[in-house]
């Protein structure tokens, strides 16, 4: 089973900048896709970016394009969310999955982390 691990979340003020990371406990064997999501309370859970660990396709929600920047660390088995120019809309939990291609759908990941919280005030 493969165990992921968020960090980097906290509280800041819009306009600031944060980096989430996502350690993934060993090799993600047949799976190729490694993503970010965020769930705000009250709201669906949307996709945020993902990237192939093959070959580095990657892929932004429009919403945070131009803002965010996703890249991996294969030696480290770590995935970063670089979060510049913060918003109070970017407020939610933001949690990594890993999954068999790079989707921008959640139900096609299989392994979930517990999250880490990412708040944005005025």
């Known amino acids: 089973q493969v165990q992921l691990v968020e960090s980097g979340g906290g509280l800041v003020q819009a306009g600031d900048s944060l980096r989430l990371s996502c350690a993934v406990s060993?090799?993600?064997?047949?799976?190729?896709?490694l993503a970010w999501f965020r769930h705000a309370p009250g709201k669906e859970r949307d996709f945020v970016a993902t990237?192939?660990?093959?070959?580095?396709?990657?892929r932004y929600a429009d919403s945070v394009k131009g803002r965010f920047t996703i890249s991996r660390d294969i030696a480290k088995n770590t995935v970063y969310l670089q979060m510049n120019s913060l918003k109070p809309g970017d407020r939610a939990g933001y949690y990594c999955?890993?999954?068999?291609?790079?989707?921008?759908?959640?139900?096609?990941?299989?392994?979930w982390g517990q999250g880490t919280q990412v708040t944005v005030s005025t």
């Open positions: 060993r090799r993600t064997f047949g799976r190729d896709g």
């Open positions: 990237i192939s660990l093959s070959g580095g396709r990657i």
């Open positions: 999955a890993v999954g068999p291609v790079p989707t921008t759908t959640a139900r096609d990941y299989t392994d």
